[in-house]
């Protein structure tokens, strides 16, 4: 089945535009204007992604993305504009997993729609293995994939999307030692432009919120090469 797409854009020509590339692509599409409108319809329905426009009315898309991403985990690419540097950076850090500046070459923007689809692509849950199917555990830790959800002795840890996707392939392999190449692949998705050490920083923020706060030594480095959760019976 194809890939069900939620433009929100209200430049409508630009709109009309993108509409018909991506319909002419196979995407099944739905398109609204209005940040408020749009996020009540990303919440009441399913997208595989969510091409989401910063400046709209209603709503502006950076708080269309926090609310909707507290709710549910979707992929969403921002349409910023050329010398939006802090929407950018307000958007990744909310959970965006990637941006493109506008005005765009339409093939890029069907490249970074592949490549994000290809990273999220949701496994159809069956219905008896509803309440542990995507869980992770570590010790006390336990996340919830389906549920975007972490915890650790039954309180909530707040992650972003990144952090999120980072813990949860490190949990995915444990005592196998991930690159930051892999991570930053798994993280950033493959086309992003940026250094390695971005594994790093995540890494940091992972450990302020898990390791310090639990005080537990979950992930471990592994000097030149990358990071690695061991299971647990190796670390408690
Ligand atoms: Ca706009």
Redesign the pocket.
Known sequence: MSARILLV???EKLARFVELELVHEGYQVEKSGNGREALEMALAESFDLILL?????GLN?LEVLRRLLKEKEVPVIL?T?RDAVMDKVSGLDAGAVDYITKPFAIEELLARIRVALKLHMVQPSTEEHKTEEGVLTWGKLRLDEPRHRVTCDRQEIFLTNREFLMLKTLLENQDIVMSRDTLLNRVCGYDFAGETNVVDVYIRYLRSKIDDVFGMKMIHTVRGVGYVIKSEKDSL
Do not use: F, Q, R, S
């Open positions: 854009e209200d430049e426009d910063i400046m709209l009315p898309g349409l504009a």
